[in-house]
């Protein structure tokens, strides 16, 4: 590979592309990808996370912050599917 020298600056300064002009670009080009990238990591920020809670996790949280926890009246509270067969046999 040959080192470029001042004949190769004059020669793309002829072609109407100056080594400003290609730094300015790369600069542009670096500042879009970095734009790119920013906007994946804010995409995977808002995405939404389930606050469903099972009801042995939801106890155990109560029960750490110091929150006494009746556990009969607070497992008549979660929603269970009943099918008309269910409700017949009971």
Known sequence: MEALTG???ES???DGITSK???AAVKKVRGKINIIKTRSLLKAKRR????NKDYTEMVE?????????NKESLATRVKNMRRIDDLEEA
């Open 7 to 9: 004949d190769d600056e």
């Open 12 to 14: 793309s300064e002829e």
């Open 21 to 23: 002009d290609l730094a």
């Open 48 to 51: 939404a996370v389930s606050k």
């Open 61 to 69: 949280s109560l029960e750490k912050k110091g929150i006494a926890v």
